[in-house]
């Protein structure tokens, strides 16, 4: 059975950090891109960072690039989401995501593109 465990969520005041993880068993980990989806109340899920399957290769979406960072631990099956300089704007609950592809340089960006997601852990930042 896949399952992909996110943790790390909480509140924290604006300017404040979190760092988010997904544990991922039951698949190959080192064979899926990994990607982190945020989706706030009353908006569709977004894009918010992805990571190819060796952690070469990042994609970020434009609003959280220099703040956030994305990285994987194929050794231990786990990718992480470090956030800095949060903003009220990042409320949302934040998803992982596991994307198989055959090519080593793919790094997913669409909801999509995901094979499996974890059930989200909620990131409140207060103003």
């Known amino acids: 059975q896949v399952r992909l465990v996110e943790a790390g969520g909480g509140l924290v005041q604006a300017g404040g950090s979190l760092r988010l993880s997904c544990a991922g068993s039951?698949?190959?980990?080192?064979?899926?891109?990994m990607g982190w989806f945020r989706q706030a109340p009353g908006k569709e899920r977004e894009f918010v960072a992805g990571?190819?399957?060796?952690?070469?290769?990042?994609n970020y979406v434009d609003s959280v690039k220099g703040r956030f960072t994305i990285s994987r631990d194929n050794a231990k099956n786990t990718v992480l989401l470090q956030m800095n300089s949060l903003k009220p704007e990042d409320t949302a609950t934040y998803y992982c995501?596991?994307?198989?592809?055959?090519?080593?340089?793919?790094?997913?960006?669409?909801?999509?593109?995901?094979?499996?997601w974890g059930k989200g852990t909620l990131v409140t930042v207060s103003s």
């Open positions: 995501g596991a994307a198989w592809s055959a090519l080593a340089s793919y790094v997913p960006v669409k909801n999509d593109d995901m094979t499996y």
């Open positions: 039951g698949i190959i980990f080192s064979s899926f891109a």
């Open positions: 990571i190819s399957r060796r952690g070469g290769l990042t």
